[in-house]
């Protein structure tokens, strides 16, 4: 057992900009927000739902009987949300609320611009502020306002018909972790650091893990002892890549190889260079190149020895 | 209607966890998970390879990983292959998945594990992210929020104000001292708003953990323990997405997940309830008819430890560890998914009364 090394830590950013399709129903709901009309939809029991679905709830009944319902309606409960969050509708603290339009029967989920919490309470009267620049989306509400107006409670009949109907919506999302490797993977990283591969061997079964995650997936036990391994190592079994991947200075077609270090229980991935492509095989003998900072192999040349015989690596493969 | 009676009696019979911490930036996953799969392989003597079906739940959008999951599975050990399943939610519903297997007869012992690390990303943006896409997504909601709507809406029609929300969390988190996994054990000040009605003291802790069960059908589950938890019945039930459609202060599909669990024939003596926001306590004990003889959450529940989707199967494995302990002789254990307690489960164990 060696002692743990200082815990790594770095940002990691997921972003996904997933694009989705709309429905009927949702179509007309969306491109209505940017024409300033609010459309719910009515199930076979006449109730109004609003924000609408395609789908009832209660009876899973296709639903496409819209209507368009007012932009005044009532808070139907409230929270007050002192410290906005990034994304969220208002940067000044608001109250998120449910709001029954007039006209609908159920409630619509968003955010009320008021001055403080003491403005704001169960069957308030407010109305929609639009955004200036809308898109068809739900954030084409900016918000909602106080509004002190009389309930119009007649829904009237709308075909949902528009110019130019959004179709889609690109939903886009971020979110900000701080990745940290465990003490397996950490205390690989800092050899390769220092330009050696450590990998780490079961108790049970000998079998040493390369690059290792703490565990033996056999016997379902810690990996504690390291063993230092390569650096030269044999190609196992290799791809020859033709599409040059975003962002990827490599020039195609390069070699993408699995590579069994000596001493390692199984082999790690590696670009092979300083070969033409069409020359790398099965049991060539290669030994890591450094990156310029020198923290991890960049890729994996031939070292010029013979080559491994198949019976040395076969286990690997 | 009458719940159906399953054929084969399946029985809860070990319970493992870690203890719960704000951060565990030391560990991976997988390190994470294994001291509690061997924990919980001890108590019963088995091995990986004794176990017939493993099943576990997790999330990606916790690690920021995709297959996150793959990963923490080199814990059990899925080399020669097992037999085994994922589902991406809290391990509550993972035991659910092995529960019907066992009654299939496809398999006699089955292995349950959930972890959930937090600490790496933010879990009230993370949790918005389960969001419908189109109407709530964008508007970034998170967690507190919502929960916050449903407390508003809960002190609205006066089924609970300020003083008796905190008195849910004092009561829990004294509760937790006696439980050496829990993150938040003893008093602590109510705190300010975080969302108004919902203070700090209103909120469950953040943090990382791992929940482990296992499961064993008729006298293989009387070999492996001396007092098996046996599973009565089980059913989860869910409700509309929109929360504008859905009676905040209600959980009909708890109480109907219930009723067909068998909930309501006889009287409990312990409930476990999933329940992060003191304001969704209130809402189960209404559902489920609760009155003050039952003991809620003597774990201290997840007000005091929530490692997300494992939290929900730790209340099945702490109902069951009553049991097993002789304390309950019947308790109803239930688990959330969700806003605004969308998805319930509602499991009902109960001990065999000549052993004690
Ligand atoms: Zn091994």
């Keep these: ?317 | 209607m009458t719940p159906h009676r399953p054929d084969r009696e399946v029985a809860i019979v070990a319970f493992a966890q870690s203890d719960h911490r704000r951060r565990t930036d030391d560990l991976s996953e997988v390190e994470m998970v294994m001291p509690v799969l061997h924990d919980v392989l001890r108590q019963t003597g088995l091995r990986t390879s004794d176990i017939d079906f493993t099943c576990s739940g997790s999330s990606d959008y916790l690690a920021g990983r995709a297959f996150s999951f793959t990963m923490a599975l080199d814990g059990v050990g899925a080399w020669p292959p097992i037999s085994e399943s994922h589902v991406e939610t809290d391990g509550a519903w993972a035991l659910y998945e092995a529960w019907v297997k066992l009654l299939t007869g496809e398999a006699d012992t089955a292995l349950v594990y959930s972890y959930g690390k937090s600490s790496p990303g933010s879990v009230r943006d993370v949790l918005t992210r389960q969001l419908d896409p189109y109407y709530l997504a964008p508007l970034w909601p998170d967690s507190v929020a919502l929960a916050a709507l449903q407390a508003q809406a809960l002190v609205d029609v006066g089924a609970t104000d300020e003083p008796a929300l905190a008195a849910i969390a004092t009561r829990s988190r004294a509760d937790a001292t006696a439980n050496a996994h829990a993150q938040l054990p003893g008093a602590r000040p109510q705190g300010e708003y975080v969302v108004r009605p919902l203070r700090t003291g209103d909120c469950p802790p953040i943090g990382d953990g791992v929940a482990a069960v296992i499961l064993a059908v008729g006298d293989r589950a009387r070999e492996l323990c001396a007092r098996p938890a046996w599973i009565r019945g089980m059913d989860h039930r869910i409700e509309a997405h929109s929360l504008g459609v859905r009676d905040l202060t209600d959980s009909p599909s708890t109480r109907l997940a219930a009723e067909r669990a068998g909930a309501f024939e006889a009287p409990v003596d312990t409930a476990e309830l999933h329940a992060p926001f003191t304001s969704q306590e209130v809402v189960l004990r209404r559902a489920l008819d609760l009155d003050e003889s039952v003991r809620v959450n003597p774990s201290g529940g997840a007000l005091a430890a929530n490692p997300v989707m494992a939290a929900g199967l730790i209340r099945l494995g702490e109902a069951a560890a009553r049991i097993h302990r002789g304390d309950s002789d019947r308790a109803l254990a239930h688990a959330t998914s969700g806003p605004c307690l969308q998805q319930n489960l509602v499991a009902v164990l109960e001990g065999e009364p000549h052993v004690r």
Aim: aromatic share 8%; charged share 20%.
């Design chain 1, 1 to 317: 057992m060696t002692a743990p090394s200082e815990t790594l830590r770095a940002p990691l950013v997921v972003e996904f900009p997933f694009t989705r399709s709309l429905g009927p129903v949702q179509s007309a709901f969306l491109t209505g927000l940017r024409e300033r009309t609010v459309l719910g939809v009515r199930t076979e029991t006449g109730e109004v739902l609003v924000p609408p679905v395609e789908y009832d709830p209660a009876t899973a009944a296709e639903l496409r009987d819209l209507v368009e319902v007012g932009a005044t309606g009532t808070v139907t409960t409230w929270a007050w949300n002192p410290a906005p969050r990034t994304g969220q509708p208002l940067a000044t603290p608001f109250a998120w609320v449910l709001v029954r339009l007039d006209g609908a029967d159920t409630a619509l989920l968003h955010a009320l611009d008021a001055p403080g919490p003491e403005a704001v309470r169960t069957g308030l009267r407010v109305r929609i502020r639009w955004a200036a620049e809308r898109s068809g989306a739900i954030t084409d509400i900016a918000c909602f306002e106080p509004y002190d107006s009389d309930p119009v409670n007649e829904p009237a009949a709308h075909d949902g018909r528009f110019t130019d109907p959004v179709t889609g919506i690109v939903a886009a999302a971020r979110l900000d972790y701080t990745y940290s490797p465990g003490r397996a993977q950490t205390r690989y990283l800092h050899a390769l650091g220092e330009r050696r591969t450590v990998g780490e061997r079961c108790p049970s079964c000998a079998k040493v893990y390369v690059p290792p995650r703490g565990a033996c997936p056999t016997c379902g036990v810690a990996t504690t002892d390291q063993v230092e391994v390569g650096p030269r190592g044999t190609v196992t079994t290799y791809c020859i890549v033709n599409i040059k991947a975003k962002n990827l200075d490599i020039e195609v077609p390069y070699v993408y190889a699995h590579i069994a270090l000596d001493g390692a229980g199984l082999a790690l991935h590696g670009r092979i260079g300083g070969i033409p492509y069409d020359q790398v095989r099965m049991g060539l003998r290669v030994e890591p190149v450094w990156s310029d900072d020198g923290r991890y192999p960049d890729h994996y040349r031939p070292t010029g020895e013979p080559d491994a015989d198949y019976d040395t690596y076969k286990e690997l493969l």
